[in-house]
């Protein structure tokens, strides 16, 4: 049996080029209400400093800004942070930006982190790698936002419920879990920085 290994740029590269919108973030009923539960899961009504790993169409990047000083949406693909921007042009505290998570996370720290349906792509291995720099990014007092799909899916190395155990494994002695949800479909967890 063949170790899965995280996705690629290419993986999403393709994804992309056959449909803008490959899981219909602006049309489906069930993305809107994830967003809306997310958004409500925000401990904090505004966060100064904001970083949203995979962004994609710029569906929830809209939501997040409206809580946000300044907030940084990061993707590995050029073609959905296109499609974002153009979302987002008349919003001035968003900046995308390209960047692999989480080997191209950027040097300084961010008050918010939201990791929504992005972790399960990684190797068990790399989002472990991702969760310690994740918690490197957080002042005191600082949250993480895990939201994923829970249902299995073949081409993805994880579970949604793999990813948020692991990361409560590796940091329930270092951050306090202040909120959970969980649904049919998918999971929200947040975590503060002690």
């Known amino acids: 049996m063949n170790q899965k290994k995280s996705l690629t740029s290419d993986y999403f590269n393709a994804i992309y080029e056959s449909n803008e919108d ?30 949203e790993v995979g962004c994609s169409i710029g569906v929830l990047t809209m939501l997040l800004a409206r809580h946000s000083t300044n907030l940084l949406a990061i993707d590995i693909s050029q073609k959905a942070l296109d499609i974002a921007a153009r979302r987002c042009n008349k919003i001035s505290n968003i900046t995308f930006k390209k960047a692999s998570f989480p080997k191209e996370l950027p040097e300084h720290q961010f008050n918010l982190i939201v990791v929504s349906e992005v972790a399960y792509y990684l190797t068990e291995t790399d989002w472990q790698s991702a969760i310690e720099c994740l918690y490197s990014k957080l002042p005191c007092d600082g949250h993480v936002v895990l939201v994923h799909w829970l249902p299995e899916v073949h081409d993805y190395p994880q579970t949604g419920d793999k990813v948020h155990d692991t990361f409560q494994r590796l940091m329930q002695h270092k951050m306090e879990h202040i909120f959970s949800n969980r649904t049919e479909n998918y999971r929200i967890d947040v975590w503060g920085k002690l």
């Open 22 to 51: 490959p899981w219909d973030f602006e049309t489906s009923a069930y993305e809107a209400e994830k967003y809306v539960s997310t958004i409500t899961a925000l401990p904090n009504k505004h966060y100064e400093s904001v970083l």
